[in-house]
């Protein structure tokens, strides 16, 4: 198993790979959703905005993560973490953990101090991630779960002290992502 950053030439394979795990887990509509996001994330978001990983086992991708830009206050190096996916073959092993490790170990070293996603917050926890009130932390567009909104610092400031509007790269700016 290997954890590497992903090339603009594995952009089908991930896509594919979202399509069918968001697919599988949840329907058919929701896998074309995502796997559009994927596709717009990667395809309209600067490299600077942009960090992406995968997974490998051999050949295969099995696993795949992004993060984008998110400004919550000015001279603060903020990511959003979505999506992520792992192969319905490799769920349940811990690879999903050890990617958003791998990823978050990464960040940590380019200087990103802060990640923010939106996700199951008692798996999420597993890997660093606390719930935060949207009314500190106001998200991009309006949560239908609201529960869901999780970040962590990757630095010693705590994200409690972190505050403000959010604003994310264009390809997260539909409603129906939130």
Same mark, same amino acid.
């Given at each position: ?7 603009? +030439? ?27 996001? /994927? ?8 490299? /600077? ?7 490998? +086992? ?6 795949? @993560?992004?993060? /984008?830009?998110?400004? @919550? ?76 909104? !999780? ?7 705590? !994200?409690?002290?972190?505050?403000? +509007? ?13």
């Amino acid at each position: 198993m290997i954890f590497r950053r992903f090339t603009a +030439d594995e952009t089908a394979p991930i896509v594919s790979l979202v399509r069918e795990v968001f697919g599988s887990s949840e329907g058919e509509a929701e896998g074309e959703l995502i796997g559009k996001l /994927t596709s717009d994330l990667i395809s309209g978001t600067s490299e /600077t905005d942009l960090h992406g990983f995968v997974a490998t +086992d051999g050949a295969r991708i099995i696993g795949a @993560i992004l993060f /984008t830009r998110i400004t @919550i206050r000015e001279n603060t190096e903020s990511f959003i973490m979505a999506p992520v996916a792992v192969h319905c073959d490799y769920q349940g092993k811990g690879i999903g953990q050890r990617l958003i490790r791998h990823g978050l170990d990464t960040l940590r070293k380019e200087t990103v101090q802060f990640v923010i996603s939106y996700g199951d917050p008692n798996y999420y926890s597993k890997v660093g991630f606390q719930q935060i009130s949207p009314e500190v932390i106001r998200p991009p567009l309006k949560l239908s779960l609201p529960h869901g909104w !999780i970040g962590q610092s990757l630095t010693d400031e705590s !994200i409690d002290k972190l505050s403000g +509007d959010c604003i994310c790269v264009e390809a997260l700016s539909d409603p129906a992502y939130w």
